[in-house]
């Protein structure tokens, strides 16, 4: 028993057929791509099992107007797309929201096994029965799609800089610009410095902050910070998946449709938010020089700025562009490295090795940005709310102290162990003397 009566639900169509139970798991683990159509679903198919003469595994399934409700074979399991609800009655398998599924490469099952996550926001459910309680509920529920980067990167945030750097407030910066440090705010400190508490927080700093904590009605009474980090650890996960299938397959993963809509309204995910502080924290420093007193033209400057700074090559990416890499991130395309860029250093040996296995074609390597140069306040760390900030915080200096202890002792440890080498020496010289 291998197959099941399967319903695919859209906003706009029903479709049900029967179906190999495998393709249904590999159907659950393309909803790791946000498909809300059964276009997009098929697209996203491709993740996990390469199409072969561009055939629509859906292509004998029929329209309908209500869901076909008879079991087939090893059961039934429904995919609503609009309501985002699994239901599954199979003897098949189970749908989970995570897990593996075996790569299909157009003729046949192989033994790489590929991981997926889908949103959070999908329920899972055992009966049709279930769905049917659930689907008007969760219709009315799911929140209206928006672009959240027409807030982020738009005229919003250049009217908050230009409105909060008011001309007492620049003058009093520019007074500081003899001292770069000073100037660019914790950020720029060195280590040593960023790792204890600053006696006086900068203004700039403060500014950018408050930018990102504040609820805006634009944002659906939401923080900018709220928007970006909602769906962080699932573009992660999603990028770490697609990166794990590049390296098995030793082939690019299929790319999110740029009309998609998960492209469209997409989440946000660590590189974009890391590089989104850096976009602002450039805007608010670049601010400071302007003299002109309107806001229009300051806005006007500042998004040329802003333009420019997204458009160029920077050395801090070591020589990428901030929009590409944004660009491949909402695609869900991890940014591989070629055999010169693995070679950080020319004594590593390891760095060699990696460069050679990439430059014969034994899988690429991958570039990450972390954040490590953001403060260490609430406003710029990953943490969802200020508790589990708290408690990261907590853990972190437990981990410093438990390090400086074991420190400790192994450096008494070492200096019992010279006092005991060097009295076994004076000893051993005492007796060839004798």
């Known amino acids: 028993m291998s197959e099941v009566k399967l319903n695919l639900i859209s906003s706009q169509t029903i479709l049900s057929g029967t179906i190999h139970g495998s393709i249904v798991d590999s159907c659950i683990a393309a909803l790791s791509a946000e498909p809300e159509t059964i276009a997009e679903l098929v697209a996203a198919l491709e993740r996990y099992s390469k199409p072969k003469d561009d055939l629509n595994p859906f292509a004998w399934f029929h329209p309908r107007s209500s869901i076909d409700e008879q079991p087939y074979d090893a059961g039934i399991v429904i995919i609503d797309l609009a309501a985002r609800i699994i239901a599954a009655e199979s003897t098949y398998s189970h749908p989970q929201p995570e897990g593996e599924v075996n790569y299909h490469n157009g003729n046949h099952a192989t033994d790489v096994r590929i991981p997926y996550r889908v949103s959070p926001d999908w329920l899972f459910v055992n009966s049709l029965d279930a769905h049917r309680w659930a689907r008007e509920r969760r219709l009315q529920s799911r929140a209206p799609c928006f672009d959240a ?71 659906l009474k939401r ?88 458009e160029n090559p920077l050395p801090d990416y070591d020589g990428r562009t901030p929009a590409n890499i944004i660009e491949n991130e909402r695609r869900r395309l991890p940014e591989a490295m070629s055999p010169e860029q693995l070679i950080i250093d020319e004594d590593c040996e390891c760095c060699r090795m990696l460069a050679q296995d990439a430059a014969l074609g034994l899988g690429p390597g991958f570039w990450h940005l972390d954040g490590s140069h953001m403060e260490e306040e609430f406003a710029f760390s990953s943490c969802k709310t200020f508790p589990e900030w708290e408690l990261e915080n907590q853990r972190r200096e437990e981990s410093y102290r438990e390090f400086e202890r074991q420190w400790a002792e192994r450096e008494a440890r070492r200096s019992r162990q010279r006092e005991w080498d060097e009295e076994q020496m004076h000893i051993s010289c005492s007796e060839s003397v004798d």
């Open 223 to 310: 923080s900018p910070r709220d928007v970006m980090l909602e769906k962080q650890d699932f573009i992660d996960f999603d990028l770490h998946t697609r990166s794990l299938q590049w390296s098995f397959l030793n082939e690019g993963p299929p790319c999110l449709a740029r009309d998609s809509f998960a492209y469209r309204f997409a989440g946000f995910g660590t590189h974009e938010w890391v590089i989104y502080y850096d976009l602002v924290r450039d805007l608010l420093q670049r601010a400071v020089e302007f003299d002109c007193q309107q806001a229009d033209t300051a806005i006007r400057q500042l998004e040329h700025l802003k333009t420019d700074w997204l």
């Open 149 to 219: 980067r027409a807030v982020l990167d738009g005229t919003p945030l250049l009217e908050f800089i230009v409105r909060s750097l008011t001309p007492e407030l620049r003058s009093s910066l520019r007074a500081r610009i003899s001292d770069p440090q000073s100037v660019l705010g914790a950020a720029s400190q060195s280590e040593e410095t960023a790792n204890h508490d600053c006696p006086e927080e900068h203004p700039l700093t403060r500014l950018h902050a408050t930018w990102l904590t504040t609820p805006r009605a634009d944002l």
